[in-house]
């Protein structure tokens, strides 16, 4: 990828234009607040005050963002290998069967320390078969695999649909979702660990899948800068000619990065699935998956990046749900609305200020344009 | 004769769900023949439907909402060209961004205005585009099997319907007989003979998504001003997709794109008729794998099993001019 722009310092490029790009993104986003006749100052309180305002608040937050951390490293995991992964949300569906699977099976059988790690590999192995044929079909069959993870997400959601109105559903009900599971499948709260900071809470759906979406960030920081496939796929996303030069085998490359992609994509399941509602519902992702792309554009596909930007969703998530209390005018959709400015504004336009900062930073400190990026943290 | 009647039936629907696939895969047409990738079709025409029926709603009129859904959608096909054409980005992450925007924020304002969960008021029948008989329909109804076709097929439709099947030779002689068409084709293919050629590149391309932004317009006009009266949220439920999935399946020309989109559609309008009823031959269909099945033809296609679908060459790709 050659980029006609010339090199910024470090913390500029990684600092400072995300952060003008997200600044506009987000008062675009007070425009349309504007537009609906409500003053965008008082809705940011009122997001601020949901999200953080109290340790309820807290504990949504961070189940919301447990979610997309899975999601955004997903795709920031097939960003890093020159692919755009939207089946996130196909994916993230698919994985639930795995979770349901388990969890119907071995419910009444082992307790939820057993059962975890089994509904991780069930939840991880559906979602990376699922990106598997996408991935494959890009590699041998050479099909855009952007095309094809949005057919797979449509193709995923009426197989899902048939599933619940089918064969998953009790026979004596007539809601399309499993039966609820038993006691050995359902994850610990995290409830202790806002506790433990002197709040006393009702209870909030924060769960053991958190611990598990923060030790996966780390994993994907080693796998991607500190494992000889990582070096693999990062080279296949630099450049797939050099890979090819280098005898890197590219069809094994994309494959396996979609199926570590799908992976952690089918891994989400896990914290709604298992840690809160207890049962596989009909749309139980909601928009997570796409979610996953605002988070891994806006983390820069790091997760040093990832994990903040979830949270920030997250906050989104629950804060939006405080809005709506008071305003009724400014719904969920308003997140929808973020997310697709922060996409644009952190995705597609991110050169847009690049000039500007570039002509501003030269001017102060021309010194620091001969400089290439800080060493060592290479981002 | 009652087997006639219901082949008459499902073809008529046919007809009905295959016109807002059509002019959003025409629409797609023009930008991807450029060089611009669009998965953006779905939020464009989504955002024309909520502008059409708003407005028609408002003046009364179905020909104000025409064009505001028209502006609109023009509006963000310029947003997708801003960012992928003038800054470079990556325009599947812009296609991507349009769409959130455009569901987002149809809901949010359609709620904020008109107060109905998101609904626009429904439209009476003269802020429509009604059904037109064409002449002679009632004179040969009573004639078997082409009085008809005739009456009950091709007549009967609002004016947008003949619009959009008169723009498939009208795009055909566009793109292949006029200059601007070759222009078009040829940027989409490579972009540097065209600028060695002296002819901008960025302009023909703006020029091309001006008419994706135009005809998305007209196909979110369609679903809301013409097939329904008002606005419903997530109107278009996946028909930009199904429509860019029709033009991957028509291999990026006018005419196989009216067949795959008449395909698509019969699926759509087949599962809808045949929904939970055993099928004679196949048995009982669920209706989930009918819905499924152009994603699912999409897939096939694109991984060359039925022939090959080969996407024009500079697609995707920004245009950097060598310096």
């Known amino acids: 990828m050659s980029t006609p722009y010339a090199k910024l310092p470090g913390w500029a490029d990684y600092g400072l234009i995300p952060f003008i790009n997200l600044v506009v993104a987000f008062l675009v986003a007070g425009l349309v607040v504007l537009l609906v006749g409500e003053s965008p100052i008082q809705a940011a309180g009122l997001l601020l005050k949901g999200a953080f305002g109290s340790a309820a608040g807290i504990g949504y937050t961070l189940y919301y963002a447990t979610s997309f951390i899975f999601t955004g490293l997903a795709v920031a995991v097939a960003f890093h290998c020159g692919l755009f992964n939207i089946g996130g949300e196909g994916q993230a569906y698919v994985g639930g069967l795995g979770v349901a699977l388990v969890c119907l099976t071995f419910d009444g059988i082992f307790p939820w320390w057993i059962n975890f790690p089994l509904a991780i590999l069930g939840a991880a192995a559906i979602g990376g078969i699922w990106a598997m044929i996408p991935g494959w079909l890009q590699a041998k069959r050479g099909s855009h695999i952007v095309i094809t993870t949005i057919m797979f997400n449509f193709i995923a959601a009426s197989l899902m649909v048939y599933l619940l109105v089918g064969a998953l559903k009790p026979a004596n009900s007539m809601a399309p979702q499993t039966r609820t599971f038993a006691e050995g499948a359902h994850l610990p709260k995290l409830d202790w660990l806002l506790e433990m900071f002197g709040a006393s809470i009702r209870s909030t759906p924060l769960n053991l899948s958190f611990v598990l979406a923060l030790v996966m960030a780390v994993a994907v920081w080693a796998l991607i800068w500190r494992t000889r496939l990582g070096y693999e796929i990062r080279t296949r996303g630099f450049s797939p000619k050099a890979a090819r030069y280098a005898g890197i085998n590219e069809a094994r490359i994309v494959v396996v990065t979609m199926m570590i992609s799908g992976a952690l994509a089918g891994m989400m399941a896990l914290n709604p699935v298992m840690g809160d509602q207890h049962r596989l519902q009909l749309d139980f992702v909601t928009g997570a998956g796409f979610v996953g792309i605002a988070v891994a554009l806006m983390g820069r596909s790091h997760p040093a990046g990832i994990v903040p930007a979830a949270v920030l969703f997250g906050m989104l998530y629950q804060g939006g749900a405080e809005i709506s209390f008071v305003m009724p005018d400014i719904s969920r959709d308003m997140i929808v609305i973020i997310q697709g400015l922060v996409i644009l504004f952190a995705g597609a336009l991110e050169h847009m200020f690049r000039p500007a900062v570039q002509t501003i930073i030269a001017s102060l400190r021309p010194s620091a344009m001969r400089l290439g990026p800080a060493k060592g943290e290479g981002v | ?323």
């Open chain 2, 1 to 323: 004769m009652d087997f006639i009647n219901l082949i008459v039936q499902l073809l008529d629907a046919t007809v009905r769900v295959s016109v807002p696939l059509l002019l959003a895969c025409l629409a797609g047409l023009y930008s991807e023949r450029s060089g611009i990738f669009d998965i953006g079709l779905e939020g464009k025409m989504l955002a024309g439907a909520f502008a059409g029926a708003a407005t028609a709603a408002v003046y009364g009129s179905a020909w104000l909402g025409a064009l505001a859904a028209m502006a609109i959608a023009v509006f963000l096909a310029l947003v997708h060209g801003f960012a992928s054409i003038t800054h470079r980005g990556n325009q599947i992450v812009s296609g991507v961004a349009i769409n959130f925007i455009a569901a987002g924020s149809t809901v949010i304002l359609g709620q904020a205005w008109f107060r109905q969960g998101g609904r626009t008021p429904s439209l009476s029948a003269d802020a429509r585009f009604n059904p037109i008989t064409l002449p002679g329909a009632e004179a040969l109804r009573d004639v078997p099997v082409i009085g008809q076709i005739y009456s009950d097929i091709i007549s009967g439709h609002s004016l947008l319907v003949y619009l959009a099947f008169l723009m498939v030779p009208f795009t055909w002689w566009v793109l292949f007989r006029t200059r601007f068409g070759l222009r078009l084709r040829a940027v989409g293919e490579n972009p540097a003979a065209v600028d060695t050629a002296g002819i901008s590149v960025t302009w023909l391309r703006y020029r091309a998504v001006i008419c994706t932004g135009v005809l998305t317009g007209l196909a979110g006009t369609y679903m809301a001003v013409s097939q329904n009266a008002g606005f419903v949220k997530d109107m278009t439920a996946g028909k930009g997709f199904i429509a860019l999935a029709a033009l991957i399946f028509a291999k990026w020309r006018p005419v196989p794109a009216m067949f795959a989109c008449l395909l698509f559609g019969f699926l759509d309008a087949f599962a809808i008729r045949f929904q939970g009823i055993a099928v004679p031959l196949i048995g009982k269909v669920p209706v989930q794998l009918m819905q499924a099945l152009p994603y699912i033809l999409t897939v096939v296609l694109l991984a060359g099993f039925i022939g090959r679908a080969i996407p024009p060459k500079a697609g995707g790709a920004a245009y950097v001019k060598e310096r």
